[in-house]
């Protein structure tokens, strides 16, 4: 069993808030749901953490946003799904492809593609194929300029040396 320092459990513990606050509070409506800025904030702390704290980050922040937003149907499946979009993002960046220069992006989307996939299942179970296929749209918009923005983020954040100097706390 893998041992964690007080200072990574405070680190995921802060990026979990960071999620939860982001997806809970910035929320831009859709006719079949909502967009947010969760995912910027899932995406980043796979860079900042790494993908096995990035990932427990991402599922239990995100899962928090669902428990105040009074979505309870959706907890267990958000869990499981931004948990796995995290680390599969995480194990592209840094086992398949550390040191490319496009490990963020291809991870982003594999973690993106898992998140389509995911829910657009899971409401496939809860509404239906036919409703399900409608939905999807808003879902790929969302997985979209979740990636879109974080990218954003990431080259500011590289190019004024921040992103490295989080990473080093």
Known sequence: ???????????TAAMAAIVFVLTYTFKIPFPNGYTHLGDC?????????????????AGIGAAMADIIGGYSQWIIPTLIIKFVMAM???????KLMPKSKLNFFVGALCGGIIQIVGYTSVKIVY???????????????????G???????VGALKTSGVLEKVKAL
């Open 1 to 11: 069993m893998e041992k964690y320092s007080v200072k990574d459990l405070t680190k």
């Open 88 to 94: 599969v993002m995480g194990i592209v960046v840094e």
């Open 41 to 57: 904030a899932i995406l980043i702390g796979v860079i900042v953490l790494g993908g096995k704290k990035g990932a427990w980050a």
């Open 147 to 153: 990636i879109v923005i974080t990218l954003v983020f």
């Open 127 to 145: 509404y239906g194929f036919a409703q399900a296929m409608v939905m999807t749209p808003t879902l790929l918009i969302q997985t979209s300029a």
